[in-house]
Protein backbone atom coordinates (compact mmCIF):
# COMPACT_ATOMS: atom_id res chain seq x y z
CA UNK A 1 0.00 0.00 0.00
CA UNK A 2 2.91 2.46 0.74
CA UNK A 3 5.24 1.85 -2.41
CA UNK A 4 1.25 2.26 -4.45
CA UNK A 5 0.60 5.91 -2.62
CA UNK A 6 4.42 6.95 -2.67
CA UNK A 7 4.12 6.30 -6.40
CA UNK A 8 0.74 8.23 -6.92
CA UNK A 9 2.60 11.16 -5.18
CA UNK A 10 5.82 11.23 -6.95
CA UNK A 11 4.31 11.26 -10.49
CA UNK A 12 1.63 14.06 -9.45
CA UNK A 13 4.68 15.80 -8.43
CA UNK A 14 6.22 15.00 -11.68
CA UNK A 15 3.03 16.48 -13.72
CA UNK A 16 3.61 19.80 -11.19
CA UNK A 17 6.95 19.44 -12.52
CA UNK A 18 8.48 19.59 -8.88
CA UNK A 19 10.53 16.71 -9.42
CA UNK A 20 14.79 17.39 -11.02
CA UNK A 21 15.82 12.88 -11.67
CA UNK A 22 19.34 15.18 -13.20
CA UNK A 23 20.58 14.51 -10.30
CA UNK A 24 20.11 12.31 -6.87
CA UNK A 25 21.57 12.11 -3.37
CA UNK A 26 21.73 9.37 -0.50
CA UNK A 27 22.43 9.53 2.61
CA UNK A 28 21.76 7.74 5.66
CA UNK A 29 21.01 8.62 9.50
CA UNK A 30 20.87 6.65 12.69
CA UNK A 31 18.48 6.44 14.90
CA UNK A 32 18.64 4.95 18.97
CA UNK A 33 16.34 2.02 19.43
CA UNK A 34 15.09 1.75 22.58
CA UNK A 35 13.47 -1.59 22.47
CA UNK A 36 13.14 -4.45 19.78
CA UNK A 37 16.73 -5.31 20.31
CA UNK A 38 16.52 -8.93 19.00
CA UNK A 39 15.00 -7.40 15.40
CA UNK A 40 17.17 -7.83 12.51
CA UNK A 41 16.87 -4.12 11.90
CA UNK A 42 18.50 -3.06 15.48
CA UNK A 43 21.87 -3.22 15.83
CA UNK A 44 24.75 -2.16 17.80
CA UNK A 45 25.93 1.59 16.24
CA UNK A 46 29.50 2.15 15.21
CA UNK A 47 28.51 5.87 15.80
CA UNK A 48 27.05 5.52 19.23
CA UNK A 49 29.36 3.32 21.66
CA UNK A 50 27.83 -0.19 20.11
CA UNK A 51 24.24 1.29 21.38
CA UNK A 52 21.31 -0.61 19.39
CA UNK A 53 19.70 1.75 16.91
CA UNK A 54 18.02 1.55 13.29
CA UNK A 55 19.36 3.18 10.14
CA UNK A 56 16.77 5.33 7.64
CA UNK A 57 18.19 5.60 4.43
CA UNK A 58 17.03 8.09 1.95
CA UNK A 59 17.53 8.96 -1.99
CA UNK A 60 16.53 12.39 -3.05
CA UNK A 61 15.81 14.70 -6.47
CA UNK A 62 18.27 17.60 -6.98
CA UNK A 63 15.34 19.30 -4.45
CA UNK A 64 15.26 17.48 -1.52
CA UNK A 65 12.34 15.57 -2.94
CA UNK A 66 12.61 11.49 -1.24
CA UNK A 67 11.95 9.25 -3.84
CA UNK A 68 12.89 6.24 -1.24
CA UNK A 69 13.49 5.38 1.94
CA UNK A 70 14.27 2.16 3.52
CA UNK A 71 15.54 0.95 7.36
CA UNK A 72 18.35 -1.59 8.53
CA UNK A 73 19.97 -1.90 11.38
CA UNK A 74 22.61 0.41 12.59
CA UNK A 75 25.39 -2.06 11.74
CA UNK A 76 24.76 -1.92 8.17
CA UNK A 77 27.23 -0.11 6.29
CA UNK A 78 25.82 2.28 4.49
CA UNK A 79 26.89 1.29 0.77
CA UNK A 80 24.86 -1.86 1.38
CA UNK A 81 21.69 -0.03 0.63
CA UNK A 82 22.94 2.32 -2.41
CA UNK A 83 21.93 -0.18 -5.33
CA UNK A 84 18.92 -1.10 -3.51
CA UNK A 85 17.61 2.20 -3.30
CA UNK A 86 18.86 3.29 -6.61
CA UNK A 87 17.15 0.03 -8.54
CA UNK A 88 13.84 0.07 -6.26
CA UNK A 89 13.12 3.39 -7.55
CA UNK A 90 9.48 2.91 -9.07
CA UNK A 91 9.30 4.41 -12.69
CA UNK A 92 7.81 7.65 -12.50
CA UNK A 93 5.21 8.91 -13.99
CA UNK A 94 2.94 12.05 -14.47
CA UNK A 95 4.77 13.62 -18.38
CA UNK A 96 4.01 12.56 -21.27
CA UNK A 97 6.30 10.40 -22.68
CA UNK A 98 8.63 7.65 -21.20
CA UNK A 99 8.65 7.16 -17.44
CA UNK A 100 11.87 8.43 -15.36
CA UNK A 101 13.48 5.15 -14.20
CA UNK A 102 16.91 6.38 -13.09
CA UNK A 103 18.79 9.29 -12.62
CA UNK A 104 21.84 10.98 -14.99
CA UNK A 105 24.20 11.11 -11.77
CA UNK A 106 24.34 10.31 -8.08
CA UNK A 107 26.25 12.05 -5.14
CA UNK A 108 27.06 10.50 -1.67
CA UNK A 109 29.30 11.00 1.26
CA UNK A 110 32.06 8.86 1.93
CA UNK A 111 30.61 6.43 3.58
CA UNK A 112 29.52 5.30 0.19
CA UNK A 113 33.00 5.17 -1.05
CA UNK A 114 33.86 1.97 -2.84
CA UNK A 115 35.01 1.19 -6.46
CA UNK A 116 32.61 -1.79 -6.84
CA UNK A 117 29.52 0.42 -6.54
CA UNK A 118 31.07 3.14 -8.58
CA UNK A 119 31.20 0.55 -11.26
CA UNK A 120 27.60 -1.00 -10.35
CA UNK A 121 26.46 2.49 -10.76
CA UNK A 122 27.76 3.26 -14.23
CA UNK A 123 26.54 -0.08 -15.82
CA UNK A 124 23.09 1.09 -14.99
CA UNK A 125 23.96 4.61 -17.07
CA UNK A 126 23.86 6.55 -13.92
CA UNK A 127 27.78 9.19 -13.21
CA UNK A 128 28.75 8.43 -9.88
CA UNK A 129 29.79 11.57 -7.59
CA UNK A 130 31.07 10.26 -4.42
CA UNK A 131 33.45 11.61 -2.22
CA UNK A 132 36.67 9.65 -1.38
CA UNK A 133 37.95 9.19 1.84
CA UNK A 134 41.56 9.61 1.22
CA UNK A 135 40.81 13.30 0.17
CA UNK A 136 41.13 16.06 2.47
CA UNK A 137 37.96 17.86 3.33
CA UNK A 138 36.56 20.52 1.33
CA UNK A 139 35.50 18.45 -2.16
CA UNK A 140 32.47 20.95 -2.90
CA UNK A 141 29.88 18.24 -2.63
CA UNK A 142 28.56 20.01 0.40
CA UNK A 143 27.37 22.38 -1.41
CA UNK A 144 25.03 19.61 -3.62
CA UNK A 145 24.39 17.29 -0.76
CA UNK A 146 22.99 19.29 2.06
CA UNK A 147 19.22 18.39 0.41
CA UNK A 148 19.49 14.51 1.39
CA UNK A 149 20.44 16.47 5.10
CA UNK A 150 17.22 18.36 5.02
CA UNK A 151 15.28 15.25 3.33
CA UNK A 152 16.24 13.30 6.81
CA UNK A 153 15.22 15.98 8.79
CA UNK A 154 11.83 16.03 7.18
CA UNK A 155 11.59 12.43 7.66
CA UNK A 156 12.28 12.80 11.65
CA UNK A 157 9.64 15.97 11.94
CA UNK A 158 7.07 13.21 13.69
CA UNK A 159 8.89 13.28 16.63
CA UNK A 160 8.21 9.47 16.76
CA UNK A 161 10.93 8.74 14.23
CA UNK A 162 13.93 10.03 16.03
CA UNK A 163 14.01 7.69 18.52
CA UNK A 164 12.66 4.15 17.67
CA UNK A 165 10.42 2.70 20.51
CA UNK A 166 8.84 0.12 18.15
CA UNK A 167 9.62 -3.65 18.65
CA UNK A 168 8.55 -4.71 15.46
CA UNK A 169 10.31 -3.63 12.18
CA UNK A 170 7.63 -3.85 10.61
CA UNK A 171 5.66 -0.98 12.29
CA UNK A 172 8.68 0.85 12.40
CA UNK A 173 9.00 0.90 8.44
CA UNK A 174 5.21 1.47 8.45
CA UNK A 175 5.96 4.60 10.26
CA UNK A 176 8.76 5.61 8.01
CA UNK A 177 6.85 5.07 5.23
CA UNK A 178 3.83 7.38 6.53
CA UNK A 179 6.54 10.18 6.98
CA UNK A 180 7.82 9.58 3.47
CA UNK A 181 4.18 9.58 1.85
CA UNK A 182 3.33 12.96 4.36
CA UNK A 183 6.98 15.01 3.17
CA UNK A 184 5.90 13.94 -0.61
CA UNK A 185 2.05 14.88 0.17
CA UNK A 186 3.28 19.06 1.98
CA UNK A 187 5.62 19.78 -1.64
CA UNK A 188 2.53 18.85 -3.88
CA UNK A 189 1.65 22.21 -4.89
CA UNK A 190 -2.58 22.99 -4.78
CA UNK A 191 -4.72 23.25 -7.17
Not at 74 to 102: E, F, I, S, W
Not at 152 to 171: F, N, V, Y
Amino acid sequence: MWEELQRVLLDRLRAADRLDFSRVTVDASHVPAKRGRSSPKVGPSPVDRARPGSKHHVLTDKHGTPLRVSLTGGHRNDVTQLLPLVDGLAPVRGKRGRPRRKPRALYADRGYDHDLYRRRLRERGIVPKIARREQPHGSGLGRIRWVAESAIAWLHGPRRLRTRWETRDDMHDALLQLAHCMTLARKIPAF
